[in-house]
């Protein structure tokens, strides 16, 4: 009897917990309608991936978006590909290594704002992986990993803030399902992704005066030119825990990330998996909505139970590996 109490309580939380996460869902969608035509929308690593996602997404919005990424061969492909679409939007298109200096940064953020106005959104969406054991990682690889993903995102929101505070807007971060939780495999990738994520919180605090949403995006893995170009030294382990989350489309995880932005949600995430991991992980981070906190205190103990699992699950198949590469070399 006992037992078929606890199954109903169970069961009762998770359908609620579903209906809520449902209505939080529908919200986003009605406030991604917001108007954005003729607004101006940077974002950053929009040379491919979920950057040019994002681009292909605000057009059908018609935003004018400034593109920024390292290099202008592929910036001028997508914007011929933009600007075939029939759009309304105006492009413009910036090569810069947005983490080599500060001062460059500021000039083409001041730059871009000449020619398309005031800055309504800006998307720190440039990033890359190196996925490898820690003993195997550079220790060059740990710089890059703060420079490509957490420097750059810095550089380019202190150089856009100052103008932004005269108007409002919404800045929004792209970490991962990796800057919650550290990965096997990712010790350089996590640790950059971490340190958006805690920069994002602390923005988002100073930022509550002058009308400036904040959003972090948490997108799983994403089929995307760097997904490939990162699982050629991912190890076994790290594919193993990975691939329960499955492969998202770029297109998909841009319009979430539009939504959410639009919605003024701070947190992002693509799927079940990664919604249960952004609340097991909720702590102190900021809420949107009485119904968010609501759900979150409703599941945290029974998602608390599944995450130990799911680390017990991910402990057997980092020691199942590592008895294999032995038994390996044995036989060799």
């Not at 309580?9 to 996460?21: E, F, G």
């Not at 910036?94 to 000039?107: G, H, K, P, T």
């Not at 720190?124 to 060059?140: H, L, Q, Y």
């Not at 489309?249 to 701070?266: G, Y």
Request: some cysteine; glycine content about 6%.
């Amino acid at each position: 009897m006992i037992a078929l109490i606890i199954i109903a309580i169970i069961v009762s939380i998770v359908v609620l917990a579903a209906i809520l996460h449902e209505m939080q869902l529908r919200k986003r969608v009605r406030t991604a309608t917001v108007n954005l035509k003729g607004k101006h929308v940077i974002v950053t690593g929009g040379s491919r991936g979920i950057g040019k996602s994002l681009a292909e997404q605000l057009v059908k919005h018609g935003a004018n978006i400034t593109l920024i990424a390292t290099r202008q061969p592929l910036l001028d492909q997508v914007k011929e590909e933009l600007e075939q679409k029939g759009t309304s939007s105006k492009i413009q298109t910036f090569a810069v290594d947005l983490a080599s200096n500060y001062e460059n940064v500021e000039r083409i953020i001041q730059q871009a704002e000449s020619q398309f106005g005031p800055i309504h959104i800006l998307i720190n969406c440039a990033g890359s992986a190196i996925s490898r054991r820690f003993e195997e990682t550079d220790a060059a690889d740990f710089n890059k990993m703060l420079s490509v993903n957490y420097i750059s995102a810095v550089y380019t929101t202190k150089a856009a803030l100052s103008s932004m505070k005269t108007h409002g807007g919404h800045i929004a971060f792209v970490s991962s399902v990796a800057g919650l939780v550290g990965v096997y495999g990712f010790s350089a990738y996590s640790a950059s992704k971490f340190a958006l994520v805690g920069f994002a919180q602390a923005l988002y605090m100073e930022l509550q005066p002058h009308d400036i949403s904040v959003t972090v995006s948490y997108p799983p893995d994403t089929d995307t030119p760097g997904f490939a170009e990162e699982n050629k030294t991912k190890p076994q382990e790290t594919r193993l825990i990975s691939e329960s989350g499955g492969l998202w489309s770029p297109d998909v995880v841009a319009a979430k990330i539009l939504h959410d932005v639009l919605a003024k949600n701070f947190s992002s995430t693509v799927g079940f998996e990664g919604w249960l991991v952004r609340t097991v992980c909720c702590g102190m981070t900021p809420y949107t909505s009485i119904s968010e906190v609501l759900t979150q205190v409703l599941v945290l103990p029974l998602f608390r139970i599944i995450a130990a699992f799911t680390l017990f699950q991910w402990k057997r198949t980092v020691r199942a590996c590592h008895r294999e590469r032995e038994a390996a070399k044995k036989v060799h």
